[in-house]
């Protein structure tokens, strides 16, 4: 019993989060509906992840034939798949030991798709990425922990400080405190769509020191709110992480989708090699990239990559031996991985197939952005800062004081009544700003973009429809 007490308090940080409430009400709410009971909806909209194949985004199909070749080899004589995928099976299948995935390979993962990595990232900046310098990951989250722990000090006076956009992913907040740090939040400019800004930076670092030593600077590009940063923007922040010595933790699992006018993603990693020295050969950084917010949406499959940049020779081994007392990541993910990086090339048959797919995903999203930004843009109450790249849109709620105040009567957060109320009324379940960071005193929704046309339809009606009735009871 007192081992209990001890472990209670650590979980309740993490029970019964405003989203985790608002699943359950999905859940009961569809479990209603098939048990017959009626409702002004047939069905619940769940808006609120970026779960594309949840929402009814379509597997890239030359992933899954690599994938069914790999998991049953006998397939690798079946013409009723494309040669190349039994090639590409055929090719992983001769690195694994014993020829199957079930084995475990190097911690780092398989040396041939850390190569295929490597040539990916050298197309994309122009600038030559060694192998040992990837690590094949579950995903990108659990590598963005691994690092935390190599980098975070929990112990002694003063406990390392990361610095965190407002709004970010929660679970990298989540992970920051887990591993005994102190979040240090840094805001992003709504007002400029979401932009990072070099003031902001220096007002969170200087307030910070003191209470903490700050000395890691997490960035998302593209942002979870639409942002893409500039060229421009991002040799500021090296300049300025160098000059403060900041070590950068970069999440760029979004650049697959890019697709604002005249907007271009550039990597962190492409602008710190265009710098040239010094920044180009002493600022230490890891970047992330991951098959679930990539255009194929593999959530489930647990995949990514990191790549760890200048760092001291020396501490490399030690490096390496923390990556090792975990085991290699998920052989299904390293083979999607291998896909995203190395696609079907023109000459091969199934390039027509894997392009058009991969267009039509790209588009959707990009239609699902134009239209989200237009539909809510012309409703009372709601503004929404153009999206330019990702998979969300983050529009603000400008609440009532009614509104406010009858939230603030039942304990709860503005915008997480207003999702509570939404998901009841139409059936619309999406993540309350609350989840994510905002500055005080504004409110928010966040509503993911990777779902058919015909369902973001349905999605921008229920909320429509919605929203002018809560402001005419709340006015």
Same mark, same amino acid.
């Given at each position: 019993?007192?081992?209990?007490?001890?472990?209670?308090?650590?979980?309740?940080?993490?029970?019964?989060?405003?989203?985790?409430?608002?699943?359950?009400?999905?859940?009961?709410?569809?479990?209603?509906?098939?048990?017959?009971?009626?409702?002004?909806?047939?069905?619940?909209? &769940?808006?609120?992840?970026?779960?594309?194949?949840?929402?009814?985004?379509?597997?890239?199909?030359?992933?899954?034939?690599?994938?069914?070749?790999?998991?049953?080899?006998?397939?690798?004589?079946?013409?009723? !798949?494309?040669?190349?995928?039994?090639?590409?099976?055929?090719?992983?299948?001769?690195?694994?030991?014993?020829?199957?995935?079930?084995?475990?390979?190097?911690?780092?993962?398989?040396?041939?798709?850390?190569?295929?990595?490597?040539?990916?990232?050298?197309?994309?900046?122009? =600038?030559?990425?060694?192998?040992?310098?990837?690590?094949?990951?579950?995903?990108?989250?659990?590598?963005?922990?691994?690092?935390?722990?190599?980098? $975070?000090?929990?112990?002694?006076?003063?406990?390392?400080?990361?610095?965190?956009?407002? +709004?970010?992913?929660?679970?990298?907040?989540?992970?920051?405190?887990? $591993?005994?740090?102190?979040?240090?939040?840094?805001?992003?400019?709504?007002?400029?769509?979401?932009?990072?800004?070099?003031?902001?930076?220096?007002?969170?670092?200087?307030?910070?020191?003191?209470?903490?030593?700050?000395?890691?600077?997490?960035?998302?590009?593209?942002?979870?709110?639409?942002?893409?940063?500039?060229?421009?923007?991002?040799?500021?922040?090296?300049?300025?992480?160098?000059?403060?010595?900041?070590?950068?933790?970069?999440?760029? =699992?979004?650049?697959?989708?890019?697709?604002?006018?005249?907007?271009?993603?550039?990597?962190?990693?492409? =602008?710190?090699?265009?710098?040239?020295?010094?920044?180009?050969?002493?600022?230490?950084?890891?970047?992330?990239?991951?098959?679930?917010?990539?255009?194929?949406?593999?959530?489930?499959?647990?995949?990514?990559?990191?790549?760890?940049?200048?760092?001291?020779?020396? $501490?490399?081994?030690?490096?390496?031996?923390?990556?090792?007392?975990?085991?290699?990541?998920?052989?299904?993910?390293?083979?999607? $991985?291998?896909?995203?990086?190395?696609?079907?090339?023109?000459?091969?048959?199934?390039?027509?197939?894997?392009?058009?797919?991969?267009?039509?995903?790209?588009?959707?999203?990009?239609?699902?952005?134009?239209?989200?930004?237009? =539909?809510?843009?012309?409703? +009372?109450?709601?503004?929404?800062?153009?999206?330019?790249?990702?998979?969300?849109?983050?529009?603000?709620?400008?609440?009532?004081?009614?509104?406010?105040?009858?939230?603030?009567?039942?304990?709860?957060?503005?915008?997480?009544?207003?999702? !509570?109320? !939404?998901?009841? &009324?139409?059936? !619309?379940?999406?993540?309350?700003?609350?989840?994510?960071?905002?500055?005080?005193?504004?409110?928010?929704?966040?509503?993911?973009?990777?779902? +058919?046309?015909?369902?973001?339809?349905?999605?921008?009606?229920?909320?429509?429809?919605?929203?002018?009735?809560?402001?005419?009871?709340?006015?």
């Amino acid at each position: 019993m007192p081992l209990l007490r001890k472990i209670i308090p650590k979980l309740n940080d993490h029970c019964f989060s405003a989203q985790d409430i608002l699943n359950r009400c999905a859940r009961q709410i569809t479990a209603e509906i098939e048990q017959g009971l009626e409702k002004n909806y047939k069905e619940v909209l &769940d808006i609120s992840s970026a779960d594309a194949h949840r929402m009814g985004l379509k597997p890239i199909t030359f992933c899954r034939q690599v994938l069914s070749a790999c998991f049953y080899p006998s397939l690798l004589n079946d013409e009723s !798949l494309p040669l190349d995928a039994r090639e590409r099976a055929q090719s992983i299948l001769r690195e694994c030991n014993g020829g199957s995935i079930g084995s475990y390979t190097e911690a780092q993962g398989i040396e041939k798709i850390q190569e295929s990595i490597c040539k990916f990232i050298t197309k994309r900046d122009g =600038v030559v990425s060694h192998p040992d310098n990837i690590f094949i990951t579950n995903g990108a989250q659990s590598h963005l922990t691994m690092v935390l722990k190599m980098l $975070v000090q929990s112990e002694g006076s003063l406990k390392t400080g990361v610095l965190i956009p407002v +709004p970010s992913h929660f679970t990298f907040n989540m992970a920051v405190a887990d $591993v005994g740090g102190v979040v240090v939040p840094y805001y992003l400019c709504e007002e400029q769509g979401w932009a990072v800004q070099l003031e902001e930076l220096c007002r969170a670092l200087h307030t910070a020191r003191g209470r903490c030593n700050p000395t890691v600077l997490y960035l998302i590009n593209p942002g979870p709110t639409g942002h893409v940063q500039s060229k421009d923007s991002i040799a500021e922040v090296i300049r300025f992480a160098a000059e403060e010595r900041l070590f950068l933790m970069v999440d760029e =699992v979004y650049q697959d989708n890019v697709y604002g006018k005249g907007i271009e993603f550039y990597s962190y990693r492409r =602008v710190l090699s265009e710098m040239g020295p010094p920044y180009s050969n002493t600022m230490e950084l890891a970047s992330f990239h991951s098959i679930s917010k990539s255009v194929m949406g593999e959530c489930g499959l647990r995949g990514g990559y990191l790549e760890l940049l200048n760092l001291d020779p020396l $501490v490399i081994p030690y490096i390496l031996r923390f990556f090792s007392t975990t085991s290699c990541s998920s052989l299904s993910g390293q083979i999607a $991985v291998d896909v995203m990086v190395n696609p079907p090339q023109p000459t091969q048959p199934s390039y027509e197939l894997y392009t058009q797919e991969v267009q039509s995903i790209r588009n959707t999203i990009r239609n699902n952005a134009q239209k989200t930004v237009e =539909v809510l843009s012309g409703l +009372p109450g709601i503004s929404c800062q153009p999206v330019n790249g990702g998979i969300f849109a983050f529009p603000r709620l400008h609440l009532s004081q009614s509104a406010i105040k009858h939230a603030k009567d039942k304990q709860l957060e503005p915008d997480f009544l207003y999702c !509570l109320y !939404l998901l009841e &009324d139409k059936g !619309l379940c999406v993540g309350p700003g609350c989840m994510h960071g905002q500055k005080e005193e504004t409110y928010h929704i966040r509503i993911s973009l990777a779902t +058919p046309e015909e369902t973001m339809k349905d999605v921008l009606q229920r909320l429509k429809n919605f929203h002018l009735r809560f402001i005419q009871e709340f006015p």
